[in-house]
């Protein structure tokens, strides 16, 4: 951490209203948008997490079972929700078409459902407009989406620009212009692109980043690389352990340490390897996210089971990586 | 850790069609190929493989891209039998699809320029896992194939790929389908959604409304078309002809998603062939002498050790660092190793938990070992494919 009172990089990320965390299917991006969440309210803020694909995994990690589309608040200031698109579409005419009988919404929300997975754009836009809807209004200081994967998340970021362009006139594209501002202005809104670094993620990632700059306007804040295997051995260390196991010296350490060094050998070449092709992917990514956006790296937390501990991890080194 | 007699190889031997599931990332794509390799290495037969947005560099490898769909033959050493590879592209399979089933060039021509076409043929109603599974009955109807291996797009849930054929028949049978249309068929909408209409162009405004409505009805003549495929590609995934391989990785969330997988397949009565633990680590790396020298290592003091090897003397002629330094170096490499060993060990023990949660619901769980590098070549896939074994 820096010197206490500085202003830190993961201040200035927190200080954003509304960030969106994105990347491939399981490379870490609920563990990190939690992680991101617990940091935000241990540093005051009052936190709404949202589940935009939800799987129970969040309301998993705090113990709690029943999660909807309700904030619960699951530790002080951290609020979690799933999103629900229907739910979404209920608060919406409510809010906005003042749908006078509450009993009515129902088979119209539905039919709505419908036609919203028809309709280009309009459930990308219940999405995003419920999450820009709660910053519009200060319910939170900051709104954090555990966004969906891949490909998907462009035609949510993009669907407020999309809709205004392709609807005529309308209640939504009404809707429209707000959302934008909140989404294309760099201080209020970021997105944190997730992937682990092997070449298929790597290459999605560089794919969505280069659609989100195109298609979005919504900025890249931040690159993560989960889940990397880190390196043991600086470049000295390196070749002195190729020349301890090639020469002379494995024997003597044999007869002292006993048989067993051989696996531990094995061991260290194979994780070595990992790291190595780790490493190459993780500047592939750099390269491909471009010098602008600083990257940060999040080890392998090893032989672990799912859920908590990973998290309290996960949010440590963000923290340190963030000074 | 091969058992006699049986192989991976063996089980899917006399199928015809192969299908490869399981959650995003965990190596779908990689063991399909791998499969392919496999399968047309050792038997003589024809062998397709179907991919799904492979990895570049693996798509380079195997000869296919994305400009073509048609497929294209792998150049395999020693094989008995013939490998082909192709990649269905989502874009086009639509285009091919609606002129299929639409009653005339018109009709096509409408549908295709519509506005919103472009986004429904890329998202609506799971329609990439539609697409995957109608690109494999157009190949399995031509027949040149004996068998055809199937990799599954990334899904939230691998089981919306079973769902989808059904998926597709209640989309187009669908009350609200109708409703959608209504305008086009009649000027004078039904007063009964007359509600919904207009609440529905307030909204959204009445140009998008038509759009839509028009794009539907249109669409809406591809009906028989499409729900006597979708009902026949069912039947064919149902029969014995077809047998589903699920992947996994050593890890929780993906093993609790195979598992419901499994159920799903054994629900429906589908055919389940096997599970693959990828990305397992090779179980020839520890043992127990391991152990106790990673122990030994974990328990010294880095000072203690290098006394250790102060005091036997490290070959001080070997290399340019001096002879103390050279001790703390070891020792400290010494550490690192101990801590390599004992990380991967714990990655076992993990993966060993979900091969158990995996093994009491399906017997039949094989592995493929964790690659050192990304898996890119046809090499490294043949590689991949001879260590496939059963899980003891
Ligand atoms: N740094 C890490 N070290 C070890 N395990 C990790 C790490 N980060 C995440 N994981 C584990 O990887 C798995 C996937 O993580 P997570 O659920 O956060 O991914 P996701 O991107 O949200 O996945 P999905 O796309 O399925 O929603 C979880 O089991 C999680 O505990
Ligand atoms: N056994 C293995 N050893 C090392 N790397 C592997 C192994 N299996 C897969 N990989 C790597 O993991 C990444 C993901 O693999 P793959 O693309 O096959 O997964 P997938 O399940 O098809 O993913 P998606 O759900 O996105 O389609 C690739 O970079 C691949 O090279
Ligand atoms: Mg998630
Ligand atoms: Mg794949």
């Given at each position: 951490m820096g010197a206490r009172g500085s202003i830190t990089d993961l201040d200035r990320l927190l200080d954003r209203k509304l960030l969106f965390v994105t990347g491939k299917g399981g490379v870490g991006k609920t563990t990190i948008a939690t992680a991101l969440g617990i940091l935000s309210a241990e540093r005051g803020k009052r936190v709404l997490l949202c589940e935009?694909?939800?799987?129970?995994e969040v309301g998993r990690y705090f113990g709690v079972r029943e999660i909807g589309f309700e904030p619960v608040e699951?530790?002080?200031?951290l609020f979690v929700m799933e999103m629900d698109t229907e739910r979404a579409l209920s608060e919406y005419l409510r809010l906005?078409?003042?749908?006078?009988?509450?009993?009515?919404?129902g088979p119209i929300a539905r039919t709505f459902d419908f036609v919203s997975k028809a309709a280009p754009g309009v459930r990308e836009i219940l999405v995003v407009g419920k999450l820009c809807y709660e910053v519009r209004e200060k319910n939170y200081d900051i709104v954090i989406a555990d966004s969906t994967a891949t490909g998907h998340v462009v035609s949510q970021l993009a669907s407020p620009q999309g809709v205004n362009e392709l609807f005529g006139v309308g209640l939504v594209k009404d809707q429209t212009k707000w959302m934008i501002d909140i989404l294309k202005d760099e201080h209020q809104s970021g997105i944190c692109l997730v992937s682990t670094a092997e070449e298929t993620p790597v290459d999605e990632a560089a794919e969505l980043a280069e659609r989100l700059r195109s298609?979005?306007?919504?900025?890249?804040v931040l690159g993560i690389l989960n889940k990397m295997v880190p390196k043991i051995f600086s470049e000295a260390e390196e070749s002195y352990f190729n020349e301890i196991v090639s020469g002379p010296m494995l024997p003597v350490i044999r007869r002292v340490l006993g048989e067993g060094i051989d696996a531990l050998v094995d061991a260290t070449s194979l994780w070595k390897a990992l790291a190595a092709s780790n490493h190459q992917n993780a500047e592939r990514f750099k390269s491909s996210l471009g010098t602008s956006i600083p990257t940060i790296e999040i080890p392998l937390i090893p032989g672990m089971t799912a859920g908590v501990g990973i998290v309290r991890e996960v949010a440590e080194t963000i923290e340190v990586e963030l000074t | 850790m091969k058992e006699e007699g049986l192989s991976l190889i063996d089980l899917v031997s006399d199928l015809q069609i192969v299908l490869v599931a399981g959650s995003g990332g965990v190596g779908k794509t990689t063991t399909s190929a791998a499969l392919g390799v496999a399968l047309a290495t050792s038997l003589e037969k024809e062998v397709l493989v179907i991919t799904i947005d492979p990895a570049k560099r693996l798509a380079g490898a195997m000869g296919i891209?994305?400009?073509?769909h048609v497929p294209q033959e792998v150049q395999l050493k020693d094989a008995k039998g013939h490998l082909f590879a192709a990649m269905v592209d989502m874009k086009a399979s639509w285009d091919e699809m609606i002129s299929r089933y639409a009653p005339d060039k018109d009709t096509v021509q409408k549908i295709v320029e519509n506005p919103i076409y472009e986004s429904i043929s890329t998202r609506f109603v799971q329609s990439h896992d539609y697409i995957a599974v109608e690109a494999l009955y157009e190949f399995y109807k031509?027949?040149?194939?004996d068998i055809i291996v199937v990799d599954t797009p990334p899904s939230r849930n691998a089981i919306d790929f079973l769902d989808a054929p059904k998926n597709m028949e209640e989309f187009f049978a669908s009350r609200l389908l109708r409703w959608l249309t209504i305008p086009r068929r009649s000027k004078l909408v039904a007063s009964a959604f007359r509600p919904f209409y207009l609440v529905a162009e307030r909204i959204l405004g009445s140009a998008f409304v038509k759009d839509i409505s028009e794009f539907f009805f249109d669409f809406q003549q591809l009906y028989e078309g499409f729900v006597a495929r979708a009902r026949q590609v069912a039947a064919l995934v149902a029969s014995d002809k077809a047998g589903f391989i699920v992947v996994t990785i050593p890890e929780e969330i993906p093993t609790t998603e195979a598992i419901f997988f499994i159920s799903e397949v054994a629900r429906r009565k589908l055919n389940m062939s096997a599970v693959v633990m990828n990305r397992?680590?090779?179980?020839?790396?520890?043992s127990r002498a391991g152990d106790e020298v990673a122990d030994k290592i974990s328990n010294e003091t880095q000072e203690m050790l290098a006394k250790t090897f102060d005091a036997i003397g490290l070959?001080?002629?070997?290399?340019?660092?001096?002879l103390a330094s050279k001790s703390q170096l070891v020792s400290k490499i010494l550490v690192e190793m101990a801590n390599s060993y004992e990380g991967l060990r714990d990655q076992k023990t993990m993966e060993e938990i979900q091969v158990s949660r995996l093994t009491v619901r399906e017997g039949k769980v094989f592995t493929t070992t964790q690659q050192s590098?990304?898996?890119?070549?046809v090499e490294s896939l043949r590689k991949l494919a001879t260590n496939m074994s059963i899980y003891r």
């Open positions: 935009v694909e939800p799987k129970g699951v530790r002080t200031d906005y078409l003042k749908v006078p009988i509450p009993t009515k919404i298609e979005t306007g919504v900025s890249l | 891209d994305a400009l073509s031509e027949g040149i194939y397992s680590l090779p179980a020839s790396i520890f070959d001080p002629t070997e290399g340019e660092v001096p590098g990304d898996v890119s070549s």
